[in-house]
T-cell receptor
Framework: AQSVTQPDIHITVSEGASLELRCNYS??????LFWYVQSPGQGLQLLLK??????LVQGIKGFEAEFKRSQSSFNLRKPSVHWSDAAEYFCAVGAGTSGTYKYIFGTGTRLKVLA | ETGVTQSPTHLIKTRGQQVTLRCSSQ?????VSWYQQALGQGPQFIFQYYREEENGRGNFPPRFSGLQFPNYSSELNVNALELDDSALYLC??????????FGDGTRLSIL
């Protein structure tokens, strides 16, 4: 079955520190992978996506993610966190079956940034 | 370029009532997907509409239904509301399959 696991429910980092959010997926074919960010009371904003090609993808707001097929992972990274990055982050895999294309989301990682 | 807009932003209903949520797609998009996000959870796929036809459904009962209009806007209808239907309902639009762009959602509370 297709699934996405985000092992860390909460992460706290100091402003200026580096960040890595973990994501593992289970999908039979070549996955399309996404990271979204959700601020309180808001919808989901697309940070970056991986479809094919270079396994290191760059996104908005200084985020990047690396696809590692051997580890079934798509971890999100940022070299220096800003206070405005505090939000909830969701990893998703795009799953297409019989013409339907849905996203399967993880349960999210809530990021807290200390001043 | 106008993004995905949803209305209303908040809604309070009681058990047994019916509700309609609305979504305007991003300009140029022909596919709309609806998701339910319960508190503390990731979004769960409800169904998808492509060119006015339902194009797939998640594990939701038939009392969840929808429509897509010729301008690609969409409605989500929920009948016989239950307490567990309290959630944030997200609409996402895309050109064909992806990537999906999300609106800010409708927060539905059932009393």
């Amino acid at each position: 079955a297709q699934s996405v696991t985000q092992p860390d429910i909460h992460i706290t980092v100091s402003e200026g520190a580096s960040l890595e959010l973990r994501c593992n997926y289970s999908y039979g074919a070549t996955p399309y992978l996404f990271w979204y960010v959700q601020s309180p009371g808001q919808g989901l904003q697309l940070l970056l996506k991986y479809f094919s090609g270079d396994t290191l993808v760059q996104g908005i707001k200084g985020f990047e993610a690396e696809f590692k097929r051997s580890q079934s992972s798509f971890n999100l990274r940022k070299p220096s966190v800003h206070w405005s990055d505090a939000a909830e982050y969701f990893c998703a895999v795009g799953a297409g079956t019989s013409g339907t294309y849905k996203y399967i989301f993880g349960t999210g990682t809530r990021l807290k940034v200390l001043a | 370029e106008t993004g995905v807009t949803q209305s209303p932003t908040h809604l309070i209903k009681t058990r047994g009532q019916q509700v309609t949520l609305r979504c305007s797609s991003q300009s140029g998009h022909n596919t709309v997907s609806w998701y339910q996000q319960a508190l503390g959870q990731g979004p769960q796929f409800i169904f998808q509409y492509y060119r006015e036809e339902e194009n797939g459904r998640g594990n939701f009962p038939p009392r969840f239904s929808g429509l897509q209009f010729p301008n690609y806007s969409s409605e989500l209808n929920v009948n016989a509301l239950e307490l567990d239907d309290s959630a944030l309902y997200l609409c996402a639009s895309s050109l064909d399959a992806q990537p999906q762009h999300f609106g800010d959602g409708t927060r539905l509370s059932i009393l």
